[in-house]
């Protein structure tokens, strides 16, 4: 019997080349061009502010504090002592918060039900919200706690850490989601139980995620003003802040105070001001990026 050759069937492959034409490119150009206006834009405003607050970069920006009777040396030392206040008791507050929620969320909570759905469509929902209304609804839970002043370090921890909560639970579920699922599945295969897979093994191999996410949304909680305007933060303090309960200044309240003033020198001190505020940004974000490109695992 003759044996019937059958010819495999050659399969072709076509490589997607990439779109050269015209509208591809004026879309491309017109990206690079708003990228690079951006940067120019901000690297201008940037180095105009630190040139017109040159004169005020000495000891006493830092150790005195605020003044209108002396504005040549105003400083910002109860500011800059509430602000690292404020940023300590927010992260105690949202960051415990923020990763309890994500890792229930994301590794227990049943997606089928309507309660976990809401939780959900909200939690998207909130990172959209004005800054102001935080402000506002840690003025309501203050009040419903019994606490009737609200100028104090633990109410404008309370509304800079709502204001984060989201960023924090969202950045903390996408770490925890690149997490390969062998891992658990190992864990799991070994006897161990689902909390202690969840604690053990994906919350450490997490961390470098979770860290960067966090860092990054405190970034953004330092230099809010409109929360703790709401919530009455004073705008001249000449103590040093001595607990939660003590009243307190900021360094975006003290900014605003002074680019209020008509007088030169205190708007040479906002400037000198702001780029102190902007320095302790950019560290932050450095030590965020310095922690992702460290510990980063890659998988």
């Given at each position: ?8 069937q ?8 990439h ?9 491309l ?7 690079a ?7 201008t405003?940037?180095v105009?502010?630190?040139v ?5 970069f ?7 504090y ?10 910002l030392?109860a500011?800059l ?5 404020l ?16 890792v ?9 039900r309507w309660y ?5 469509l909200?939690?998207?929902?909130l990172a959209?919200?004005?800054s ?6 840690a ?7 019994g606490i ?5 370090i ?5 509304a800079?850490?709502?204001?984060i909560?989201?960023v ?13 699922r062998?891992i ?15 604690w053990?093994?994906v919350l450490?191999?997490?961390i470098p995620?979770i860290?960067?996410g966090?860092?990054i ?13 709401i919530?009455?933060v004073a705008v ?6 001595t607990g ?15 680019t209020s003033?008509?007088?030169e020198?205190?708007?040479v ?7 102190v ?7 932050l ?11 980063q695992?890659?998988?």
């Amino acid at each position: 019997m003759a044996a019937t050759v059958v010819a495999p069937q050659v399969l072709s492959t076509s490589k997607r080349g990439h779109d050269s034409s015209a509208g591809s490119l004026l879309f491309l150009a017109a990206l690079w061009l708003s990228l690079a206006m951006a940067i120019v834009f901000l690297m201008t405003l940037v180095v105009t502010t630190a040139v017109d607050g040159a004169g005020r970069f000495d000891s006493a920006l830092i150790t005195e504090y605020g003044s209108k009777l002396t504005p040549d040396t105003t400083g910002l030392r109860a500011a800059l002592l509430g602000t690292l206040w404020l940023m300590v008791t927010t992260a105690l507050l949202a960051i415990p918060i923020g990763i309890a929620a994500a890792v229930y969320l994301e590794e227990f909570a049943d997606n089928t039900r309507w309660y976990n759905r809401l939780v959900e469509l909200n939690l998207q929902n909130l990172a959209a919200i004005p800054s102001v209304i935080y402000g506002m609804l840690a003025v309501g839970i203050v009040a419903l706690v019994g606490i009737q002043r609200t100028g104090i370090i633990l109410v404008g921890a309370v509304a800079l850490g709502l204001l984060i909560l989201p960023v924090i639970i969202i950045t903390t579920r996408e770490a925890v989601r690149a997490v390969p699922r062998e891992i658990r599945e190992g864990s799991l295969a070994l006897g161990a139980t689902p909390l202690q897979t969840t604690w053990r093994q994906v919350l450490p191999s997490a961390i470098p995620g979770i860290a960067t996410g966090t860092i990054i949304a405190l970034s953004r909680a330092i230099g809010e003003a409109a929360p703790l305007l709401i919530v009455g933060v004073a705008v001249t303090v000449r103590f040093d802040p001595t607990g939660i309960m003590s009243a307190f200044t900021a360094m975006p309240i003290q900014i605003f105070n002074w680019t209020s003033e008509s007088r030169e020198e205190f708007k040479v001190a906002a400037a000198a001001a702001i780029i102190v505020l902007l320095g302790m940004v950019l560290l932050l974000n450095g030590l965020a990026i310095f922690i992702r490109n460290k510990f980063q695992r890659r998988w």
